[in-house]
C-alpha cells in the first residue's frame, strides 16, 4: 500500500525523457521482449440499432427492452467494412476520418476492448488477442477517465501499484510513476488535483497527458490513443504526438485516431489509414497519400495540408464550390472502389508476407515464460488494501462533506426539539419518532448508495478490462470504504436525537438502539447498491429507489395496519417494517409491541429474532445481488 510519503516522493523536474522512459523500462524489464507487429484482416462491425430509440439501449430502457417489449425488426447499421492493415513495432499509425466514421470503433477492437461482436481477425506476432497481449497493451480512451479529486502523482503511484506486478518492488513502483510524470512533463501539476467536469483541476491536455501516463506505467508494447490531441492547442498537440512518437521510437506499436491534425503533426506519422462511414480510402505510408490520390484522380488544386485534404475526401469533398449529397456520395464510392482496386490487393498481400524483423518469435516461448512471471498481478489483499486508500483518498471530500453533516445534524436537532422529551406514555409520539427515524435513514442511505456504482461505471469498466484488479478486492474495498461515512453519522444522529428526545435512559437500550440502526442503515444501503449496479445510470436507479422505498415505508406498519391481503407479503420484504418493530420492542418491550400495533396481521410477526435474520439475510442479500450486477457490467 502506498504510504503518503510514497505519494508525496519526489518532485523533481526530469525533463530528459529518454532516461525517464529507460527508467520505466527497467523497472518492467518485460516489455522490451515484446515488440508487437498488429496486423487486422478484414475487420467488421455491424450493430443493430434499437427499434425503440435507434441507438445504444440502456438502464431501465434495456431491462423492459430484453424483456421483450418490442416487436419491430432491429435495422442494422455497419459500422466498419472490412478494414484492414499492419502496424509494426517503432511505427506509429494515425487513423483519420470524420467524426462517425468509426475510428473509435476500430480502436476499441484493436484493444479487444469492444463488447460487441465483430468478424474479422486481428493479430499480435501472428496470434490472436489473448489476455498476455492485452495486458501490454495501453489504452487511452477519448473521455479521460479518471478520478477527480487525486493529484496527478497520487493516481500514477496508485496506478503504479495496482498495474506493475508483484515482483516490482514498492520503491520501484513508485520511482516508475515519477519517471512518467516527468517523461510526460506533468511535474508541475504532479501535487493538483486532476479535476473533472464539476471540479477545478489540471488543464485537459495535462489531463489527456495523465490518461497517457496511466496506460505507460505497464510499459505497453501496444498503445492505442483515441484522439489524444482533441482539445489541445497545436503546440500542446505536436508536443504530445513527438511525445507517441518517441514512445514508438523505442520500439513500441502506436495507434492513434486524429481527428483534424496540423500539417506538421502528420509528418510525424509514419503510416495512415483514412475511414470514411466505415470504409477504407487509404492505408499506406503518411508519405505517400497525397501521390496515391493523384494516381486516381484526385489530385488537390494548390497546395494543401494533406490530413485536411484526406478529411475533405472522406467527406466526399473534393473542391471548394458547392457540391450536393449525391455529388459527395459519387465522390466516396469512387474513392472505395479505387481503394478496393489499386491499393487493397497490396495490403493483402503485406499482411499474408511474413512479419518482418520478428526475431522475437524465436525467443518467443522464453519471453512468454518469462513474461508470465513478472506479469503476475498482485495478491488479492493487496488489491483490496490499495483500492481501499485510494478510495478513501478520492472521497475524503464526499464523505465528510460539510452539507452532508450540516443534513443529519439539522435532521436530529429538528427532530430532538420536536419530540424534546417526549413522554413513554404518548405511545403515538414515540411511535412516530421511532418511524420517523426508520424513514430518515432508510431513504438517506438507499439514496446515497445509488450514486456508489454509477459515478464509477467509467473507470471501473476501462480498469477492469485492462484487468487492474478482481472485481471482488474492488467490491469489498468499496463497501469497506463507505463504513466510516455510513456508520459515524448515524451515530452522532442518534446520539443527539436520542437524549434530546428523552427515550429510554438504561445504556443498554441506547446501545442496542444504535446497533438496530446501524444494521438498518447497512442494510438500506444494500438496497441503493444492487439498484444502482443493476440500472448502471444513478437518475433511473433513484427513479426505482423512491418507489421501492415508498413501498417499503408504506408496509413498515405505521401508516398502515390493515394493509390489503393482496400487498401484505410486501411488509416481509421491507427493511423498514422490521427496524420500526426491533425499535418499539428495545424502547417499550416485545410483549407490549403486539398491543401497540393493535392489527391481528402484525402480530402473527414474530419477535426479535425473526427481525433480526431478516435484517441479516438481506445484508447479505442485497450484497451478492449487488456484485452479481457489477459482474455484469459491460461497456
Ligand atoms: N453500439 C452502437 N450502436 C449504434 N451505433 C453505434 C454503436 N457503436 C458505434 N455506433 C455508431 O457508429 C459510428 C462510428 O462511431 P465511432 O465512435 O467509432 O466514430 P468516430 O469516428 O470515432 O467518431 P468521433 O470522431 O466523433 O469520435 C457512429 O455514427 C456511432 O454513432
Known amino acids: 500500500m502506498p504510504s503518503d510519503r510514497d505519494l508525496e516522493a519526489g518532485s523533481h523536474d526530469d525533463t530528459n525523457g529518454g532516461v525517464a522512459t529507460a527508467r520505466v523500462n527497467s523497472i518492467t524489464s518485460s516489455a522490451s521482449c515484446f515488440p508487437f507487429t498488429l496486423k487486422f484482416i478484414d475487420v467488421s462491425y455491424r450493430v443493430k440499432l434499437d427499434p425503440m430509440s435507434g441507438s445504444r439501449g440502456d438502464g431501465i430502457r434495456r431491462i423492459l427492452h430484453s424483456a421483450g ?19 509494426s513495432p517503432g511505427e506509429m499509425l494515425a487513423i483519420l476520418g470524420p467524426s462517425g466514421s468509426g475510428k473509435s470503433t476500430l480502436l476499441s477492437i484493436l484493444a479487444g476492448r469492444l463488447q460487441g461482436k465483430h468478424t474479422g481477425t486481428v493479430l499480435a506476432n501472428g496470434h490472436r488477442l489473448a489476455k498476455s497481449v492485452l495486458r501490454r497493451t495501453g489504452f487511452v480512451t477519448q473521455d479521460d477517465v479518471l478520478y477527480p479529486h487525486l493529484t496527478v502523482r497520487e493516481t500514477l503511484v496508485f496506478c503504479a501499484m495496482l498495474r506493475l506486478p508483484r515482483t516490482v518492488a514498492k520503491a520501484d513502483k513508485v520511482a516508475a510513476a515519477e519517471a512518467v510524470i516527468a517523461e510526460l512533463g506533468l511535474s508541475k501539476c504532479a501535487d493538483t488535483s486532476v479535476g473533472g467536469p464539476f471540479v477545478r483541476g489540471i488543464s485537459g491536455g495535462e489531463r489527456k497527458r495523465v490518461c497517457i501516463g496511466h496506460e505507460m506505467l505497464v510499459n505497453p508494447s501496444l498503445l492505442l490513443l483515441d484522439e489524444p490531441t482533441s482539445g489541445l492547442d497545436s503546440t500542446a498537440a505536436s508536443r504530445l504526438v513527438a511525445t507517441l512518437g518517441g514512445l514508438a521510437r523505442q520500439g513500441r506499436t502506436v495507434v492513434t485516431s486524429v481527428h483534424q491534425p496540423a500539417s506538421r503533426l502528420y509528418q510525424m506519422f509514419d503510416s495512415v489509414l483514412l475511414l470514411s462511414e466505415g470504409s477504407c480510402l487509404y492505408f499506406g505510408k503518411a508519405r505517400d497519400a497525397m501521390d496515391y490520390f493523384g494516381s486516381v484522380g484526385f489530385a488537390p488544386k494548390f497546395h494543401v495540408n494533406p490530413a485536411d485534404f484526406m478529411l475533405d475526401l472522406a467527406n466526399g469533398v473534393t473542391q471548394t464550390d458547392y457540391q450536393g449529397d449525391a455529388e459527395k456520395s459519387a465522390v466516396k464510392q469512387s474513392l472505395i472502389s479505387s481503394y478496393n482496386r489499386v491499393l487493397a490487393p497490396k495490403v493483402r498481400a503485406g499482411l499474408s508476407a511474413a512479419v518482418p524483423g520478428n526475431a522475437t518469435h524465436a525467443g518467443k516461448d522464453v519471453c512468454v515464460e518469462r513474461g508470465r512471471k513478472e506479469q503476475r498481478s498482485i495478491s488479492w489483499r493487496s488489491q483490496f488494501s490499495i483500492l481501499l486508500q485510494r478510495s478513501l483518498k478520492e472521497r475524503r471530500h464526499e464523505s465528510f462533506n460539510s452539507l452532508r453533516v450540516f443534513q443529519v445534524m439539522a435532521a436530529a436537532v429538528l427532530s430532538g426539539s420536536m419530540w424534546w422529551h417526549s413522554s413513554v406514555h404518548d405511545v403515538q409520539d414515540r411511535l412516530g419518532l421511532l418511524f420517523f427515524i426508520t424513514i430518515f435513514w432508510g431513504v438517506f442511505a438507499s439514496f446515497n448508495a445509488v450514486f456508489t456504482f454509477p459515478q464509477e461505471r467509467a473507470i471501473f469498466i476501462k480498469e477492469r478490462s485492462s484487468g487492474m484488479y478482481s472485481l471482488s478486492s474492488y467490491f469489498m474495498a468499496r463497501m469497506a470504504g463507505d463504513l466510516p461515512m455510513e456508520l459515524i453519522l448515524p451515530t452522532l444522529f442518534t446520539l443527539i436525537l436520542y437524549w434530546m428526545a428523552g427515550l429510554r435512559t438504561e445504556p443498554g437500550a441506547f446501545l442496542l438502539t444504535l446497533a438496530v440502526l446501524l444494521g438498518y442503515v447497512l442494510v438500506a444501503q444494500g438496497l441503493g447498491l444492487v439498484l444502482g449496479a443493476a440500472i448502471m445510470d444513478a437518475k433511473q436507479a433513484s427513479t426505482i429507489a423512491t418507489v421501492t422505498m415508498l413501498a417499503f415505508l408504506l408496509t413498515g406498519g405505521f401508516y398502515v395496519q390493515n394493509i390489503p391481503s393482496c400487498l401484505a407479503w410486501l411488509k416481509y420484504i421491507s427493511f423498514t417494517f422490521y427496524c420500526y418493530r426491533l425499535l418499539i420492542i428495545i424502547q417499550y418491550g416485545g410483549g407490549q409491541m403486539d398491543y401497540l400495533l393493535a392489527s ?14 431478516a435484517l441479516l439475510a438481506m445484508f447479505v442479500g442485497y450484497r451478492v445481488l449487488a456484485y452479481m450486477a457489477l459482474r455484469r457490467t459491460k461497456a
Open 600 to 613: 391481528s396481521r402484525h402480530r402473527n410477526t414474530s419477535g426479535t429474532p425473526v427481525c433480526v435474520a
Open 69 to 87: 417489449s418490442s416487436s419491430a425488426a432491429p435495422e442494422e447499421r455497419v459500422i466498419l467494412n472490412g478494414i484492414s492493415g499492419m502496424v
